[in-house]
């Protein structure tokens, strides 16, 4: 991974498993961060774009290194076309998964790590990695309570996503990416403002 060329704006990445509650924790950092007066972006990956679709729709019917290749493939265009013009007019850009799902999800379809840090050596490195977690009981009860699940989300595959997640972040870590791990079992709110108050904090310094 690579360091940002400009130091304009703040490059957050928050990854976690299947029903940690990622996504709503991202909302209600955002609207904080929002009503602070900071100028914030929200995005996703697999992104919204005609790949990122396909790749959604691909990973239910395949796996393996097909998979991870057009994951690194969507992220290279995603950093290109929407991550770096955000941090270019000074956001706050917060994607809701990045190189983390990977080191979990395509190592769940048997993908090796040096190969997906490989294909993700040109990413740019966020400048912080929020990642939400929660026991393996409140995942298998918030994934029961949806409508549809994706083939990473069926068969009580949560303890082995929280094992790829542990090695991940190690990794994370050895590549000199900060960190913030927050157990999002309870406690919304707690959750959020320390998130918020972490990141307010590293924008001041920069």
């Known amino acids: 991974m690579q360091s940002r060329t400009n130091n304009t704006g703040y490059f957050v990445a928050v990854d976690g498993p299947n029903g940690s509650g990622k996504t709503t924790v991202i909302n209600a950092i955002a609207e904080k961060l929002g009503l602070m007066g ?8 697999p992104t919204n774009s005609i790949l990122g679709e396909f790749v959604r729709k691909y990973a239910e019917g395949h796996k393996g290194l097909s998979i991870a290749c057009m994951i690194t493939a969507d992220r290279y265009e995603h950093i290109k076309n929407e991550i770096e013009p955000m941090l270019y007019d ?3 850009v917060i994607t809701d998964r990045y190189i983390l799902s ?6 769940m379809d048997g993908v090796n790590a040096d190969y997906i840090m490989d294909l993700n050596a040109l990413i740019i490195r966020p400048d912080l990695q929020v990642t939400i977690m ?10 029961s309570d949806r409508a549809e699940l994706t083939r990473f989300e069926k068969n009580n595959r ?3 996503e929280l094992y790829y997640m542990e090695k991940g972040i190690e990794i994370l870590k050895k590549n000199g990416i900060s960190v913030l791990e927050i157990n999002n079992c309870t406690e919304l709110d707690k959750n959020v403002d320390t998130i918020v108050e ?3 904090k590293e924008v001041k310094r920069k």
């Open 38 to 45: 900071y100028k914030v972006k929200v995005t996703r990956e």
């Open 134 to 143: 929660a026991d393996v009981g409140t995942l298998q009860k918030r994934l």
């Open 102 to 107: 990977s080191l979990i999800l395509q190592r």
């Open 198 to 200: 972490y990141i307010v």
């Open 90 to 92: 000074g956001n706050i």
């Open 158 to 160: 949560s303890d082995e």
